[in-house]
């Protein structure tokens, strides 16, 4: 405080205000990670027990940051920056209500994708050059290592983000929606998930530190999930979905749309749109997409940025996507399929945790078998889709 009381400049106030809200980011990490600290004081120091160290080492692979206050204005300004792309997305590219062209879908999609690819890069020395405070311990070279385990979660997320848009093109499908509000309807959707997502990611990452035996949990789930996902091939009945009886139960909703209004108000009485009822669907479904792309996630790696990174990034250009597919999505007929033997995949290496030795090695068969296994249903399903549709 200036002398006389005078208020602080406008500089000040806004350093005042950064390092209040980078406060409050650092205490919420100490809450969910309170091992982060002592963690971060021992690198600085060197250790005479080789438990201790290796202890140390293990944590430091997971954790992945050596500074915490670095690794705030990190998490801060990542934060901020798909704040911008959202806004960018819905602002600019999608102000006005309208149709989406495939072309344009797909445009956007590569650019989306580009704008993955480019972080990456980011991300490569980031961690090559211990920006922040981020490390791999026992990754070296961490850039290297960082980058291929940010493209195999990307990569996984992205593809089981795909069967979540084929749920979606069914939830629109059973509700009519209008092409030129679905849009909108999606917008909406994949922002509740990105927030969605970045809470389980949080109290996931937070619950691996304090129950280290969870993993295995999180591996039985994927397996039997990809079981299902193989087994499964007709689609849900929507007419029967206990979200939707529950909803028309007790809130009434519109039989037509009113634009894209989500809430309507006639008499007094606040009613649904058919558009406000797909919403929560979506909502809904991407809950329980979460709970096989969390755990999958947590196979590839347990450094909290990647793990967090990766998934929004991919979550980021499914609208987009969605649009480039929704008038292929029966053609992508064995796709589902290959994403189940991914999930039985992943899930066995959850399992087999203690037994595999981690190591820059593994990180390149990970990734090479997400590629393999992703490519396959994708040809099989451009090959013999159209054949095994029409003989159906």
Not at 113 to 133: K, R
Not at 208 to 236: A, K, Q, T
Not at 372 to 390: H, K
């Amino acid at each position: 405080m200036p002398v006389g009381g005078a208020p602080p400049t406008g500089g000040s106030i806004r350093e005042h205000g950064l390092e209040a809200v980078g406060g409050l980011i650092l205490k919420v990490q100490r809450y969910l990670f309170p091992d982060l600290a002592s963690v971060n004081a021992g690198r600085s120091g060197t250790s005479k027990s080789g438990r201790s160290s290796a202890k140390k080492k293990a944590r430091d692979q997971h954790l992945g940051s050596s500074d915490p206050e670095g690794s705030m204005w990190l998490w801060a300004a990542f934060i901020l920056f798909i704040f911008f792309l959202v806004a960018l997305d819905l602002g600019i590219f999608h102000r006005k209500t309208r149709t989406i062209a495939f072309k344009e879908a797909l445009k956007l999609s590569g650019v989306w994708i580009g704008v993955a690819l480019a972080f990456n890069v980011l991300i490569f020395f980031a961690y090559e050059h211990h920006w922040f405070g981020l490390d791999l311990a026992g990754g070296e070279p961490d850039g290297r290592t960082a980058a291929i385990l940010f493209l195999t979660g990307y990569l996984i997320e992205k593809s089981l983000g795909l069967d979540n848009l084929f749920f979606i093109a069914l939830i629109f499908s059973y509700f009519r929606i209008p092409t030129a509000y679905q849009h909108r309807v999606l917008y909406w959707g994949i922002l509740g998930a990105v927030i969605m997502r970045a809470a389980m990611i949080l109290a996931g990452t937070a619950l691996i530190e304090r129950v280290d035996w969870i993993l295995y949990l999180f591996g039985v789930v994927l397996i039997m999930s990809g079981v299902r996902m193989g087994l499964v091939g007709h689609p849900p009945d929507l007419e029967k979905n206990p979200i939707t009886t529950w909803t028309r139960r007790f809130f009434p909703v519109l039989p037509e749309f009113a634009g894209e209004r989500l809430v309507v108000r006639r008499k007094a009485q606040l009613l649904l749109t058919p558009l406000a009822l797909a919403l929560i669907m979506i909502e809904a479904s991407d809950l329980v997409f979460a709970l096989d792309s969390i755990p999958a996630i947590f196979s590839i790696t347990r450094d909290p940025f990647l793990v967090f990174a990766s998934n929004i990034m991919a979550l980021l250009g499914l609208r987009s996507l969605y649009f480039a597919l929704a008038g292929a999505v029966d053609r992508f007929r064995y796709l589902r399929s290959s994403l189940g033997l991914l999930l039985v995949l992943i899930g066995s290496k959850l399992l087999l945790k203690d037994v595999l030795v981690e190591g820059p090695t593994t990180v390149f068969f990970t990734l090479g078998a997400v590629a393999l296994i992703l490519a396959g249903g994708v040809i099989t399903s451009l090959l013999f889709g159209r054949r095994a549709r029409n003989s159906s």
